[in-house]
């Protein structure tokens, strides 16, 4: 890849978060619808195929990866591709390592002169992509759930919702881009050459892959956070447990000393008959629950 100055026929054009006046200047120099330009740019935007005036606008939803404090979070966006007579446009709300690679020139048989083998070259990166970032989850929900074996802080519980919300995001996604693949494959909106449609089919494997493992990696994370929820119940519930019985045994000795403290003729008042009673009551009502498992 050689970064160039000026629009040239065969040329890539990546737009990275693009100004209104970059807008125009692509949309004038290369005649490019402005609402294909601006599709990509709305973060709710979903994947879709359109065309107008010989001109092809694809919108996939490609993953990111952000820190948030300490630990990563992931999330999709969406990257609109231009397919015009003589160019490729590609634009995005951020600079992503998918791009990074193509302008490094990182990716092999990636030539801008060969734009429906350059698309799928994309289509590919970013399926790849998809399945790094899922190994990465699953590395860290099985971190967390290490950390969460010796002590149950509320800061892993909410980085694993974090990673569950992230697995909701990948896997509208992910669907939503096999819908686009599957009627990009069909060859009615882009002409399939034979290495084209084998590179197509490549991408739509990894996509179903990525389907697959996003949805064993969700249920198994769903079903951590319910046990979880579970064990954080149970454990309250054995805490209030022996409190109440701990209740129990201080309540007797108030009970005996409150009699003693009436004004009403008791059995031998000498003072360490009440100690002695309460000592022995409180020893055999704890032997009671010790026998009820409730201490």
Wanted: with cysteine; glycine share 4%; charged share 25%.
């Amino acid at each position: 890849m050689t970064r160039i100055q000026t629009f040239e026929k065969g040329v890539w054009v990546s737009l990275i978060y693009p100004t209104e006046e970059e807008l125009n200047r692509v949309a004038e120099a290369l005649h490019v619808e402005q609402d294909f330009l601006r599709a990509a740019l709305d973060e709710e935007e979903t994947s879709r195929i359109d065309m107008e005036d010989g001109q092809t606008l694809i919108i996939v939803d490609v993953p990111v990866e952000e820190k948030e404090g300490d630990a990563p979070a992931y999330y999709t966006l969406p990257m609109g591709i231009i397919v015009t007579d003589q160019n490729i446009i590609t634009v995005c709300l951020k600079e992503i390592p998918i791009i990074r690679e193509f302008q490094d020139g990182l990716v092999k048989n990636a030539k801008t002169s060969q734009k429906t083998s350059f698309i799928f070259h994309l289509l590919l990166r970013s399926s790849g992509r998809y399945l790094q970032y899922l190994k990465q989850i699953d590395k860290l929900t099985s971190y967390m759930q290490m950390k969460l074996y010796k002590s149950q802080r509320n800061k892993e519980l909410i980085q694993l919702l974090n990673l569950e919300k992230s697995l909701v995001y990948f896997n509208t996604s992910l669907k939503a881009n096999e819908v686009t693949l599957e009627k990009i494959l069909r060859g009615r909106i882009i002409t399939l050459y034979e290495e084209d449609q084998d590179l197509l089919e490549d991408v739509l494997i990894e996509v179903r892959q990525a389907i697959e493992m996003n949805n064993i990696y969700s249920s198994i994370l769903s079903g951590m956070m319910d046990a979880y929820a579970s064990l954080i119940s149970n454990n309250l519930n054995v805490i209030m447990k022996v409190l109440t019985s701990i209740t129990i045994l201080i309540t007797i000795p108030t009970i005996v000393f409150g009699f003693y403290g009436m004004n009403v003729n008791l059995p031998d008042t000498t003072w360490w008959f009440p100690i002695c009673l309460s000592c022995g009551l409180a020893i055999l009502v704890g032997i009671i629950l010790k026998a009820k498992d409730l201490f």
